[in-house]
């Protein structure tokens, strides 16, 4: 499990600095044809040399993530309070994540496209929804939880809550500042797109219109639309490159 899950977070980290890499491209050519989501990023991949090679991996280290996160859930995680029921819960919840994650790369690797771009899929899991009895409701509480996890992850990151996952008596003084930085301007960045996702879901919700959900890319291309131009997308671009980053750290520090 140990081997799987920093096998897992190295997967993570190079499909979040892909994403950053392509968003910092949207920023000022909007018009490539790009998916700046987990879609695009295992497009590029697959375009480079050993790219369905490299595929595979990366979907056979998501689901070592999914596995741990697995065993987490039952067996209780590491830390004090790792045999919570709370913890065990949220750990469930992270490995059918990842699960749903290393299927769609895993699906991408057998040439099925990973199920499309994620503003497709949020569009239409949005409008499924909203069809169902309720769906109004249901719509607007999974937006609301989604601006939860958001809020979660700023929280995380300012606090530097994810010091105490972290081997940080292996660390050198540099190292550990480093690493704080990236793991600060990478939560919170990951926190404002979460929050962002949840708002945009939110208004379909209640103006009843699908095509207001946006999935990670749309989310990003959003931000291109404040006052501040496409500056504020490479701010949050180069955010998620600190979290890919701070992913590659987890795999060599963090507590299994």
């Known amino acids: 499990m140990d081997r799987a899950a920093r096998a897992g977070f190295v997967a993570r980290g190079i499909i979040y600095l892909l994403i950053g890499i392509i968003a910092i491209r949207l920023a000022f050519h909007p018009g490539d044809g790009k998916q700046a989501d987990r879609s695009g990023a295992l497009a590029e991949i697959a375009e480079k040399p050993f790219g369905l090679f490299l595929l595979w991996a990366l979907g056979i280290a998501t689901a070592g993530m999914a596995l741990w996160r697995l065993s987490e859930a039952a067996f209780g995680a590491s830390g004090e309070d790792g045999d919570k029921a709370g913890k065990r819960l949220i750990s469930f919840g992270r490995a059918v994540f990842y699960g749903f994650v290393a299927y769609s790369v895993l699906s991408f690797a057998m040439g099925s496209g990973g199920g499309g771009s994620s503003d497709k899929k949020s569009k239409d899991i949005t409008a499924t929804a909203l069809g169902w009895p309720g769906g109004r409701w249901i719509v607007a509480i999974a937006g609301a939880v989604v601006v939860g996890v958001g809020i979660g992850l700023v929280v995380r990151g300012v606090m530097r809550k994810f010091r105490k996952h972290l081997k940080t008596a292996e660390m050198g003084p540099r190292t550990e500042r480093v690493v704080d930085v990236l793991g600060i301007a990478g939560n919170v960045s990951r926190g404002i797109l979460f ?62």
Do not use: H, N
């Not at 291309?221 to 998620?240: E, K, M, N, Y």
């Open 195 to 256: 929050g962002a996702a949840g708002v945009f879901a939110i208004v379909a919700a209640v103006q009843f219109e699908p095509k207001k959900a946006k999935g990670m890319d749309d989310t990003l291309r959003s931000f291109t639309d404040t006052p501040a131009g496409p500056w504020l997308l490479v701010v949050i671009a180069i955010g998620l490159l600190c979290f890919g980053a701070f992913s590659f750290a987890s795999a060599r520090y963090r507590r299994t």
